[in-house]
């Protein structure tokens, strides 16, 4: 049974480019969640999508947009990045939106 | 606003001993409440929950603890291994979004 998967696990961009970060959900799962963790921090929750919808968003700009496709994958992506961009970028999938989530191991990006 | 909070960053224990690990909330919608713990490399892994309608939710070693009046949870690990060394992340929810604290790290000296 394959959990979440995230790819890339490591990546470095500079100031002012562009950033996808992919995800795909554990097996059954329909909702994915995307994450920012800041080093020393939390994670901060970014959207969640469902039915490739978003349902809800958290505190982030525009420069943050997502999508889902039909299989339930998701993507992330990040415009005129900044350097505090630079976090560890979590996907969790979970059924519906009640219940616990199941995390990747993240994408951590580095912007320079 | 962080409206989950862990204010110990970090924890030591003796193996053997009881582990606890402290959340405190502000936000009296949450209805769910979850441990994550993570190693490092790795995303968080879900480790026990409880709703609003219980105080007190048990699974082997692990046990959390839900004063609502008090809008404050804990975690205990009775007893402590050196494999649970990690960071525990609370998270609350009351719906869709769920909100984290900054995690406390957790060494359980052998």
New interface residues.
């Given amino acids: 049974d394959a959990g979440?998967t995230q790819s890339p696990t490591h990546l470095i961009k500079t100031r002012g480019q562009q950033v996808t970060l992919r995800c795909s959900p554990k097996s059954g799962h329909d909702t994915v969640?995307w994450?920012q963790q800041a080093l020393?921090?939390?994670?901060?929750?970014i959207f969640?999508y469902y039915e490739e919808e978003e349902?809800?968003r958290?505190n982030f700009p525009d420069r943050f947009s997502g999508h889902q496709f039909p299989n339930y994958s998701s993507e992330l992506n990040v415009n005129a990045l900044l350097l505090g961009d630079s976090a560890l970028y979590?996907c969790?999938s979970s059924l519906g939106?009640?219940g616990?989530?199941?995390?990747?191991?993240?994408s951590r990006l580095t912007v320079l | 606003d962080q409206q989950v909070k862990q204010n110990s960053p970090s924890l030591s224990v003796q193996e053997g001993r009881i582990s606890i690990l402290n959340c405190d909330y502000t936000n009296s919608m949450f209805d769910y409440f979850l441990w994550y713990k993570k190693y490092p490399a790795e995303g968080p892994t879900f480790l026990i929950s409880i709703s609003s309608i219980k105080d007190k939710n048990e699974d082997g070693r692990f046990t959390v603890f839900l004063n609502k009046s008090a809008k404050h949870l804990s975690l205990h690990i009775v007893p402590s291994q050196p494999g649970d060394s990690a960071v525990y992340f609370c998270a609350a929810s009351s719906g869709n979004q769920f909100y984290f604290g900054t995690g406390t790290s957790l060494t359980v000296i052998p």
């Fill in positions: 979440v969640s994450y020393g921090q939390g994670p901060q929750f969640q349902r809800q958290g979590l969790a939106n009640t616990e989530l199941f995390f990747g191991e993240g």
